[in-house]
């Protein structure tokens, strides 16, 4: 068990600009969420994955924002013409499918719009 | 609607005294119920769960936590402090009917200090 791996830890990057992030969850889980944590608040639910497909997906996740996971192993996630309020951190997490099952969360990726 | 309370934003505790973190919950159908801890600049570490049967749940670095149906708590306690604890502190709920079935929401977190 490796552990859930983001790519990159921090990005900083200037409004309007597009970015991507990464996420490698624990081999064997099927399942493999994306969060956003902003300072002084818990995560918050942006969209989840049961292998390739997309399951949920919250309203937080604007038309700007984009989730993939192609393969059904690591998953991306695209912010188009970034806009200072998306400065956070975005959570990756995977589990397995049981809905008793705890999610594993990786280190984030802290996203600075300037 | 699902929502998570978590009615303290800090809790300080002295070294070897017990603690209490206290979380509330609201969901339509039957929760399952997590705590999770986030250490400065790091992802959320998984604590306990409580799913179903006893309601005394005991988790990891000597945590445990006392689901109360009527209530609809779930207090995340330890018998005895330390300061290597002071962390940040996240309930979070899984309601098992509805839409959502695959998303976990979260409290705001209550920051725990243990001072020496």
């Known amino acids: 068990d490796t552990g859930v791996s983001q790519d990159p830890r921090h990005k900083i990057t200037k409004r309007g600009q597009n970015v991507t992030f990464r996420c490698d969850p624990i081999?064997?889980?099927?399942?493999l969420y994306w969060y956003r944590q902003t300072l002084g608040q818990g995560p918050e639910f942006l969209t989840y994955?049961?292998?390739?497909?997309?399951?949920?997906k919250s309203r937080l996740l604007s038309d700007r924002f984009s989730a993939e996971r192609p393969k059904g192993s690591f998953s991306t996630l695209e912010i188009q013409r970034t806009e200072q309020g998306d400065s956070a951190m975005y959570l990756c997490?995977?589990?397995?499918?049981?809905?008793?099952?705890?999610?594993?969360f990786g280190n984030g990726t802290r996203l600075t719009v300037t | 609607a699902q929502s998570v309370a978590q009615p303290e934003d800090q809790v300080n505790v002295a070294e070897g005294n017990p603690l209490t973190v206290k979380c509330t919950y609201s969901?339509?159908?039957?929760?399952?119920l997590f705590w999770y801890v986030q250490y400065p600049n790091r992802g959320l570490q998984f604590l306990l769960k409580?799913?179903?049967?006893?309601?005394l749940v005991k988790g990891s670095y000597g945590f445990e936590a006392e689901f109360n149906k009527s209530q609809t708590s779930f207090h995340l306690k330890k018998p005895s402090a330390l300061v290597s604890d002071s962390a940040l502190y996240f309930c979070?709920?899984?309601?098992?009917?509805?839409?959502?079935?695959?998303?976990?929401?979260f409290g705001r977190g209550t920051q725990l200090t243990v001072w020496p």
């Open positions: 997490a995977s589990s397995l499918e049981a809905v008793n099952s705890p999610l594993h």
């Open positions: 081999s064997e889980h099927n399942r």
């Open positions: 994955f049961q292998n390739e497909a997309q399951l949920e």
């Open positions: 969901v339509s159908g039957n929760p399952y």
């Open positions: 979070a709920v899984r309601d098992l009917e509805g839409s959502t079935l695959g998303r976990l929401y």
């Open positions: 409580y799913i179903t049967g006893d309601n």
